[in-house]
Nanobody
């Protein structure tokens, strides 16, 4: 059974830090690109960061560059999102996403999300 399970969310003050984890089960994690997305109340889901299967290429949406760091441990089937200097506008449900394009078809899996609230 395919599972992506996020953890690490919570309430943090502005300027604080959190690290999100996403544990994968039931598929070949090390072959998949991994992404973090977020969705704030009343807004569309937004892409945040991506890391390729071997970690060689990383990219971020502009609003989180220099504050967030995505990483992965293929031995632990886990992807992380280290979030520093958090702002109230980072408040959202954060989702991890796994993507594999093979033979012109795309496989995608989503986690259930973890809430991050940045507030004083």
């Amino acid at each position: 059974q395919v599972q992506l399970v996020e953890s690490g969310g919570g309430l943090v003050q502005p300027g604080g830090s959190l690290t999100l984890s996403c544990a994968a089960r039931g598929f070949a994690f090390s072959s998949y690109r991994m992404n973090w997305y977020r969705q704030a109340p009343g807004k569309e889901r937004e892409w945040v960061a991506e890391i390729t299967s071997n970690g060689g290429i990383i990219s971020y949406t502009e609003s989180v560059k220099d504050r967030f760091t995505i990483s992965r441990d293929n031995a632990k089937n886990t992807v992380y999102l280290q979030m520093n200097s958090l702002k109230p506008e980072d408040t959202a449900v954060y989702y991890c996403n796994a993507v594999l394009v093979i033979n012109f078809s795309t496989r995608k899996y989503w986690g259930q999300g973890t809430q991050v609230t940045v507030s004083s």
